[in-house]
């Protein structure tokens, strides 16, 4: 609660153009949460996430772009190892799915902008956009993104590296199941 609490404070101070106390709410935000939850947990990226958008209102690219990539490397871990069934079964909300979501859809959106649509990066968010959508039951968006992930992975990596091997074998899973899944 109190995160939630320094996460609100933080969000009002960037409302207002109060950039620097919006960064302390917020370093507290991250705080809290990393104490209660731990600092790679789905509901610490939220935190992060906002953070980031104030490096970014401030024209601190680097330091921006650095916080996204925690967010997306967080629900990354956490959606593939749902997918796996690794993760045990952790039920998300459907407002914590639609955070997610807006979450890596506008960081797919800034690293596109930023780094250019075919940057690993980019395709980075983009996979993981395709797994949250997998965990919402979308297949068609998780297609759509899978596929765009699996030619950047594939273009960057090779189609022999792990990671572009991982998104082959999600994009796999997609076309094997039926048109209702």
Not at 81 to 100: D, I, K, N, W, Y
Not at 132 to 154: P, T
Request: hydrophobic share 40%.
């Amino acid at each position: 609660m109190r995160s939630q609490l320094h996460r609100n404070f933080g969000k009002l101070y960037s409302a207002q153009g109060k950039l620097a106390e919006a960064l302390q709410e917020l370093a507290k935000d991250i705080y809290c949460s990393s104490l209660e939850f731990g600092p790679e947990h789905v509901n610490t990226s939220g935190g992060y996430f906002c953070m980031a958008s104030v490096f970014y209102s401030q024209h601190r690219i680097e330091n921006a772009l650095a916080f996204y990539d925690k967010v997306v490397d967080i629900w990354f871990k956490f959606l593939s190892a749902q997918r796996v069934g690794g993760g045990g079964t952790v039920a998300l909300s459907p407002s914590q799915l639609a955070e997610a979501r807006e979450m890596l859809t506008l960081i797919l959106g800034t690293r596109s902008k930023l780094l250019g649509a075919h940057h690993i990066a980019t395709g980075e968010a983009k996979f993981t956009l395709g797994l949250l959508h997998v965990a919402r039951g979308d297949k068609a968006g998780a297609l759509d993104c899978v596929s765009y992930a699996a030619e950047v992975y594939g273009k960057h990596l090779g189609p022999e590296h792990p990671s572009t091997r991982d998104v082959l074998v999600c994009l796999a899973e997609l076309n094997a199941q039926g048109p209702d899944s």
